[in-house]
């Protein structure tokens, strides 16, 4: 599969582009029905904080259907992670801590989210897993 960097409502960077394909390319899973890949940091926590949760969906024709970041709510035991930020481009929607918005008012937080995840990935962070559809 070759990940899709073009038509899109908001910019994908090429750096995104080429970690995901990085991935999918080292990875043995089927991607003809399309992936899911998991970034995790294996120390985030809700006490100690650490780096977000992030899942990447991609069909099967190679585009990004949506970028979900999750963050812990709550303290102790009763701490949740759930969704913080959501950019859905299959929907054109973006979702901030539950309300949603045309995903265009999301193009500088994307920015902003998209080169902190680039930087992230690069300073090795998270573990991966891709599974396929």
């Known amino acids: 599969m070759q990940i899709q960097d073009s038509g899109y409502?908001?910019?994908?960077?090429?750096?995104?582009v080429a970690i995901l394909q990085h991935e999918l390319d080292k990875s043995e899973?089927?991607?003809?029905?399309g992936v899911t890949l998991n970034f995790r940091d294996p120390d985030y926590s809700a006490e100690s904080g650490g780096y977000h949760p992030v899942e990447i969906n991609i069909d099967g024709?190679?585009?990004?259907q949506y970028i979900t970041d999750f963050a812990y709510y709550g303290s102790g035991p009763f701490a949740?992670?759930?969704?913080?930020?959501?950019?859905?481009?299959?929907?054109?929607v973006f979702q901030h801590m539950g309300r949603e918005f045309p995903i265009q008012h999301g193009a500088s937080l994307f920015r902003i989210w998209q080169s902190n995840f680039c930087s992230y990935v690069e300073r090795q962070v998270f573990e991966v897993s891709v599974s396929s559809h």
């Open 9 to 16: 409502p908001l910019a994908i960077s090429k750096k995104l």
């Open 61 to 64: 024709k190679g585009r990004i």
């Open 29 to 33: 899973v089927d991607s003809s029905a």
């Open 80 to 92: 949740e992670l759930d969704r913080e930020i959501d950019f859905d481009f299959s929907r054109n």
